[in-house]
């Protein structure tokens, strides 16, 4: 399974981005897709994540703020992050896991997001 990223770049404090992701690939099904992000010095953390029937779950700090969505048809993820602020500054990354007989975990190779202040 191949997850490519897109969307990232420099925004001022307050501003807006979306983030997209898409599957690609030979699989089942991706039973829970989302976004990690990891800042310098830091470790990677879950900022939202989305299962196939539609539950999502936020971290604390951006709840309110993002939005994720995905398509099953399109096998794709989206991440919509309003009112940005600098300490939302990371490398984020699309993550998805397929259930076989056991959990199969995906990684795209991760999209920088910087917000100025």
């Known amino acids: 399974v191949h997850l490519v990223e897109s969307g990232g770049g420099l925004v001022q404090s307050g501003g807006s981005l979306r983030l997209s992701c898409a599957a690609s690939?030979?699989?089942?099904?991706?039973?829970?897709m989302g976004w990690y992000r990891q800042a310098p010095g830091k470790q990677r953390e879950l900022v939202a994540e989305i299962t196939s029937g539609g539950s999502a779950d936020y971290l604390d700090s951006v709840k309110g703020r993002f939005s994720i969505s995905r398509d099953n048809a399109q096998n794709t993820v989206s991440l919509q992050m309003n009112s940005l602020k600098p300490e939302d500054t990371a490398v984020y990354y699309c993550n998805a896991v397929e259930v076989r007989l056991a959990p199969i975990e995906y990684w795209g190779q991760g999209t920088q997001v910087t917000v100025s202040s």
């Open positions: 690939g030979s699989f089942s099904r991706l039973e829970t």
